[in-house]
C-alpha cells in the first residue's frame, strides 16, 4: 500500500492538491509515519474556487501550507468514527465542524468517498476546499 501522497498522486483526480502539497513543503510530513486523515479536495473542487485563487496560493507558501494543514487531523479517523464527531481538529489548529446528518459535510464540503486507505492514514474525497478562517 501507499501512502497518503503517493494514493493521491495515483488516484489521478488530485493534481492540484498534489501540487499545492509540494509547493507548500508538506511533501516529508505526509509520506511521514503519521497516522493522518486527510479531507482531500479534487481538481473539481480547486475548480470551484475564484479564478487566481490557486495560483495565488502556489505563490504564497506561507498561506497555502495553512489551508492545507486545515484539512489534515493527526491519526486515523475513519468515516465510522468521523460520524460520531461534531468537529475535528485539524494540524493548522483550528476546527473543522463535521455533520453526519445527511452524508457527512465537513465545514460546507461533502464527503464523496470516504475511507481511502493508505499505509500512513486515510483520505476522505471531498468536493469542496475548505478555507480556514484568518
Same mark, same amino acid.
Request: proline share 4%; aromatic share 4%; net charge neutral.
Given at each position: 500500500?501507499?501512502?497518503?501522497?503517493?494514493?493521491?498522486?495515483?488516484?489521478?483526480?488530485?493534481?492540484?492538491?498534489?501540487?499545492?502539497?509540494?509547493?507548500?513543503?508538506?511533501?516529508?510530513?505526509?509520506?511521514?509515519?503519521?497516522?493522518?486523515?486527510?479531507?482531500?479536495?479534487?481538481?473539481?473542487?480547486?475548480?470551484?474556487?475564484?479564478?487566481?485563487?490557486?495560483?495565488? !496560493?502556489?505563490?504564497?507558501?506561507?498561506?497555502? $501550507? $495553512?489551508?492545507?494543514?486545515? *484539512?489534515?487531523?493527526?491519526? $486515523?479517523?475513519?468515516?465510522?468514527?468521523?460520524?460520531?464527531?461534531?468537529?475535528?481538529?485539524?494540524?493548522?489548529?483550528?476546527?473543522? $465542524?463535521?455533520?453526519?446528518?445527511?452524508?457527512?459535510?465537513?465545514?460546507?464540503?461533502?464527503?464523496?468517498?470516504?475511507?481511502?486507505?493508505?499505509?500512513?492514514?486515510?483520505? *476522505?474525497?471531498?468536493?469542496?476546499? !475548505?478555507?480556514?478562517?484568518?
Amino acid at each position: 500500500m501507499a501512502n497518503i501522497l503517493d494514493t493521491a498522486k495515483n488516484n489521478g483526480s488530485f493534481t492540484t492538491l498534489v501540487a499545492a502539497i509540494q509547493a507548500a513543503g508538506l511533501e516529508d510530513t505526509l509520506k511521514g509515519a503519521g497516522p493522518f486523515t486527510v479531507f482531500a479536495p479534487t481538481d473539481e473542487a480547486f475548480k470551484k474556487l475564484p479564478a487566481g485563487t490557486v495560483d495565488a !496560493l502556489l505563490k504564497d507558501p506561507a498561506k497555502l $501550507k $495553512k489551508i492545507l494543514t486545515y *484539512h489534515v487531523v493527526s491519526g $486515523k479517523v475513519l468515516a465510522a468514527d468521523v460520524v460520531k464527531l461534531k468537529t475535528a481538529k485539524t494540524v493548522e489548529g483550528s476546527d473543522v $465542524k463535521i455533520d453526519a446528518s445527511n452524508g457527512v459535510k465537513i465545514n460546507d464540503a461533502k464527503v464523496a468517498t470516504a475511507d481511502v486507505a493508505a499505509d500512513n492514514g486515510v483520505i *476522505h474525497v471531498i468536493d469542496t476546499v !475548505l478555507i480556514p478562517a484568518d
